[in-house]
């Protein structure tokens, strides 16, 4: 079983509740009575919450627009997955063996979803100001500078611009289907290409899976 006690000094917080961040590191297919499912859920209200005050106190003179297309752009589950792997979290996540066979420590998903879980255990336990605390620490080490420009990166319209000037036309999206509880909605889009599937990604929202797709698109016919 592995250890959590080296998390909690990257922390810089040691629970007094130890089956809190237990759970909050148990993956579903660990087959426990319990799992981070819950957590989850908070913790991503509570990150909704840190990184949007975060927004609204460093930028003072941005409207609302702008701030929303930041915090899009760090409250997904890209984002979050760079917070974990800056934890190494992954190796502190339990599950079961088929998961772990399945590269389940490094699944975006997984790592993003138990990160929302150990924020959501850490302000249970201590309160928003220690999850404020402990996010925007992570948040600056792996974002040294914050701003629309560097963090937002339009892949659908540098893709389509792109297949205008080799295929001369546009891509198409289709979306392949909709999983999980309304609450933890996932999408999965597909890129067509003269009538060829490019890549296929999946997304929080139809957007984000639309943005996903056309990376690993660009990436593709770049070769």
Do not use: W
């Amino acid at each position: 079983m592995n250890s959590y006690v080296h998390l909690e000094k990257q922390l810089n917080y040691i629970f007094t509740n130890k089956q809190l961040i237990i759970e909050a590191l148990t993956h579903k297919s660990d087959k426990k009575p319990y799992n981070n499912e819950r957590l989850e859920f908070l913790g991503d209200a509570v990150l909704d919450l840190i990184v949007g005050e975060y927004l609204f106190l460093k930028f003072p003179n941005s409207d609302e627009g702008i701030l929303s297309k930041i915090r899009a752009s760090l409250v997904n589950e890209s984002g979050f997955t760079l917070l974990a792997q800056k934890l190494n979290l992954g190796k502190y996540i339990f599950l079961s063996l088929a998961e772990e066979n399945n590269n389940g420590r490094g699944k975006p998903s997984l790592l993003s979803n138990a990160f929302e879980a150990v924020i959501g255990a850490v302000y249970i336990e201590a309160g928003l100001s220690t999850a404020k605390e402990i996010t925007i620490k992570l948040l600056e080490e792996c974002h040294p500078k914050i701003d629309l420009k560097s963090l937002s990166q339009d892949y659908k319209t540098a893709l389509q611009e792109l297949t205008q000037a080799t295929h001369g036309v546009i891509p198409l999206y289709e979306t392949l289907g909709s999983y999980g509880p309304d609450h933890k909605k996932e999408f999965e889009v597909a890129i067509i290409l003269d009538d060829n599937t490019v890549s296929t990604a999946k997304g929080k929202s139809k957007k984000d899976a639309q943005q996903k797709a056309a990376k690993i698109a660009l990436r593709k016919l770049k070769g």
